[in-house]
């Protein structure tokens, strides 16, 4: 097919990479100091390159070898990427000038603003003076970050008030510093873009991710949110990754707001946690599509290919590896459960050691399938998601809530998401247009609508959306409910009844 | 977690098998000639054991280093798996038992027979009078077969008539043999089942296999059969292995004859060219599943994750290996295609050099995305699958029939298979109690059912089925159908109407 050979720093990422390059009978190399890494482990066909992953020397040497050069880490010697893209033998993904702009938090966030990408408040640092300033304008908590070498909270002080400018200037003073305001988000959520080499672009599902100390503990595929949320945030992730050029995968992490803004957080040029998912519960793994974007092959369907999936990650909590194995022990247990530990030869408190992907049916079903995997990891911890209602349930007036209540308690006995509120298609015309509008990009997957007499709702909401409508015929003081019954019947679309 | 080393011939069956160990951490040491073999080129960590995989000597170097052996091919050296058993130090998984059973078809055959497990009629073959009694006995043609090292059809002759008998004994001297009775087949199809160290068994979905020049072609799955044929088929599968002892995986092929009835055809004891679809179609993939079995860890779901899949096999044409990227080249451009290619470095005529897993929403789609892969390999030939039906369409007279057509017209214009047939509550009370009790189990994933006048036929369907039963109240003579509308509407279930 084709031939590849890359450059890594050889641990979860690459070895995640090299199992899509070896489906597809590419080749890989990899750079870096221990002959055993996770990547390596994986990869018997090609010399090993022993050397530090920013050692310019040892780059050279790997590209004066390879066809396309790409990373697992944005920490990298741009400068030598540079100069091996310029010389022109060589293919570099991500390219030279993107690994350099995104590895200066700063920087990449100087280049997303100037594209009118919406970033948080943020000003350059030099002194403790410059941080009370900031202070004054951003208020406090406020974020004091390191430009550079910074991921898994690494590098970021959370400054709460004036007197700890100082010691947050003090703890960070090794790197060159900025300020962000601080970002009061609802959710975290990341997509993964992929862009191939002529250019065009592909985004996966909006995830949301949650965080435990700065790192990533859950991502929710899809991510539990208004329809609506979703596809702004992808359209900024779409719109930040459009401004990179060359090819290859991003993870674009991302904060929306209360009033449903969103904030572009930071960017990652390669395969990202956020995107681990992919590999079970997508058409095509991000990291498939990452090999085929550099490689200017077609892209792969990003397409979920399961109704729901959760990622947990599994971090060391100190130097013994069978702690690791616990949540590994229930993963086995459970349906639609699959494990990938790294071969990673040291357990250390925060590494990561592994992840577990469930995949099911639905969001509740995987939720629940998750409980004993995360119970053993912390035990006694409850965490619940709040998931997004697959059912809207609507009547025309609160003196039908008897008929509909019955139907409400039906959906809770099976434990399925729901919504109800309050509609009508004579009294308030304007929001039952707005709510038949957006229910499916909402990600309503069904409305219940009940009425009675004249009993347009349901027909009403039906000729808007392409959701099924199950109408329910409420009965009226005069005729029996056969009133509501006609109207019901004979609207243009297919409905439901319930009795 | 566990520390697993193994035994191999390091084909594609065992890179796949490494692929599901080294996500569990599981170190694996291969034992094959070559140092590059699939296998190998993706397993760095463990010293490979140079030699012939048939080889009395290197098994025993494998097996003292190992805590447990495997396979990926039955033609092993049965006695040396014996005595390394019962020195007990190794567990050996298939037992030596079951590889030596599996290993001479014609015992494979007496000892299924002997547990009640149904196969088509056969007979111990030494000369030509011998065949030409067989002949006799089970007609012309027949399947005279090699006992020991067949597959992939090798060791098989068709024998059309008894003029054939003597060119026949005479290209299958070199073994000893058995003559088979010609299985008049529908279809063939396969189960790939799982047993635990415990005993404890698991099958996965019931698929069909499509063999071209007796090698495996297309992998169908589910197979679009009647669901009572693939409950029937199941079982068997499940039966057969309860009768080898140890742990393992097995794929047992089967033929379906005109009547239903299953004949067991062959069992391979490891994972088998019809469970490849598993990896991207299924909750656990066939690999790790063995993995799990052999070291007694808890089995994991085989249920299907997708509702479709069809895996085709890339087989060499010739030396040159640009043909196989040809089909690889289309799945590159379908929604959910997955290319699988093993890394072998020389091409030949009819050798599985890869394969390509195609999932979907529907057979009815995977099939359409098939085409191009298809195409590519096999210009100009048309292969169109019968879908089993999804939607049952009844009605209780053909006097509904201009009703009816109408729905009928609209599934065509989706693709959704259907099948359309009078069925009445009250003159064909008993077919009707069939057809509804039959219909979940049978595959259907609906029922619209038309009735006029009293209007039973919705509602008694409805009564004896899980399934979703549109109801279809059609006008009658009298009553401009309002009879029919009030007998549907007021069902114990929830029925839905078209108008």
Known sequence: MYWLNTIYKGGQLGRMMIEAASRLNLQVTILDAPIDSPAKQIESTQPHIQGAFNDATKIRELASQVDVLTVEIEHVDAAV?????????????PSAFTVKTIQDKYNQKKHLESFGIPVAEYVEIANAEELKEAGKRFGYPLMLKSKTMAYDGKGNYVVKNEGEVEKAVEALSKTPLYAEKWALFVKELAVMVVRRANGEILSYPVVE?????????????????????????????????????????????????????????????RPHNSGHYTIEACETSQYENHMRAILDMPLGSTAMKVPASIMVNILGSNSDMTECYKPCQEALLVDGATIHLYGKKECRAGRKMGHITLVGESMMQVQKNLKPILEAMEPGVERALTLRPLVGMIMGSDSDLPVMKVGAQILKDFGIPFELSIVSA?????????????????????????AGGAAHLPGMVAAMTPLPVIGVPVKGSHLDGVDSLYSIVQMPVSLHLFF
């Open 209 to 269: 991710t949650i965080h435990k100390n700065s790192i990533c503990h859950l991502v929710i595929a899809p991510a539990q949110i208004d329809g609506a949320v979703a596809t702004k945030a992808q359209k900024v992730a779409e719109n930040a990754i459009k401004t990179f050029p060359g090819a290859g995968i991003f993870g674009v992490e991302m904060f929306v707001m209360a009033n449903g803004e969103i904030l572009l957080n930071e960017i990652a040029p």
């Open 426 to 450: 004579h009294r308030t015309p304007a929001r039952m247009v707005d709510y038949a509008e957006s229910a499916a990009e909402r990600g309503l997957m069904a409305i219940i609508a009940g």
């Open 81 to 93: 990427l540079a100069a091996i893209e310029t010389e022109g033998k060589v293919r570099v993904c």
